[in-house]
């Protein structure tokens, strides 16, 4: 641990708290991180509505012609692709936590340790994913149950953040943000026109979603899930039962839910391995992962 302590990097101070407009003194980790919440739900709002104007200018026909509920999802992967690498921004400075990398001497602390940084990141977080209810509940028949039951769970999940309540591991399960940009990639080229992407550059990208997919949600995300049971087992008693129980439910069934996406892709590739599908089949088959 000493190694990633002196040579990764490492947040604790909050450079967005100089921009809260009230409380001065906040008593509270949510009265201190508010305004990013908000901040970061008008920004992906804003995102969502300049995605239209922007990619018709861009695109042209290859945008405007898209049916009407293509290009709803269309933006909403525009908004996914620009929220993955904030995430994986933040994610950086606040995985090697000091709450985190001392979790073995001292599990509460990687509970209930918080620090202004990680606060921060559970605020953007939590506003990104109020986002994604909100579209997934006004687009529910586009998007459907799994996508809405995702957001909901995972903002439920960061929003523990502010009791305190597991914060120092918000960076080690953003790490799953990293197959987000391959899976969007994925979507785009199966729902554009033929052409906009090269078969190779859709292979490729299969191939890179299917790997990274597997490592930071199947392998990273069941070793995590494994590692803060084990603190919460440790430290049951130090919260109302609820708190650590719904998020092991949800947690659960949130590792199900990409387990089953996963097999999907790994299908879908067999298929076109096979010779059963074109690489852009197989692409629009893959178009329902998150």
């Known amino acids: 641990m000493s190694f990633i302590e002196k040579y990764m990097p490492s947040m604790s101070e909050d450079p967005l708290a100089k921009y809260r407009p009230f409380p001065a003194e906040p008593t509270s980790v949510f009265a201190a991180h508010w305004h990013e919440l908000v901040g970061s739900f008008i920004f992906y709002v804003i995102i969502q509505a300049l995605s239209d104007p922007i990619f018709s200018r861009i695109m042209g026909t290859r945008y405007t012609s898209l049916p009407k509920k293509v290009k709803i999802n269309f933006d909403i992967h525009v908004v996914s692709m620009v929220q993955c690498f904030v995430s994986i921004s933040v994610l950086v400075p606040h995985l090697f936590n000091s709450h985190y990398l001392n979790r073995v001497e001292d599990p509460v602390g990687s509970l209930k340790g918080t620090t202004p940084f990680g606060g921060m990141v559970c605020a953007l977080t939590v506003g990104y994913f109020v986002w994604d209810v909100y ?17 909901f769970a995972a903002m439920y999940a960061y929003s523990c953040g502010f009791i305190p309540y ?4 918000a960076g080690p399960f953003l790490v799953f943000e990293l197959s987000t940009p391959f899976v969007n990639i994925n979507w785009f080229a199966s729902k554009l026109p033929a052409g906009t992407f090269s078969e190779k ?6 191939l890179l979603l299917i790997a990274t997919f597997f490592t930071v949600r199947i392998l990273w995300g069941f070793a995590m899930i494994y590692k803060l049971a084990t603190d919460m087992f440790n430290t049951w008693h130090l919260v109302p039962w609820f708190v650590p129980s719904s998020m092991l439910v949800l947690n659960f069934f949130l590792n199900c839910l990409n387990v089953f996406w996963f097999s999907k892709m790994v299908m879908i590739a067999k298929k076109k391995a096979a010779g ?11 178009d329902k992962i998150e």
């Open 135 to 151: 579209v997934c509940t006004k687009y529910y028949s586009i998007f459907g149950l799994g996508f809405l039951f995702h957001g």
């Open 201 to 206: 550059t859709i292979i490729i990208n299969g």
């Open 166 to 169: 597991c914060q120092p591991w």
């Open 276 to 286: 059963r599908e074109t690489t852009l089949q197989a692409a629009r088959e893959a």
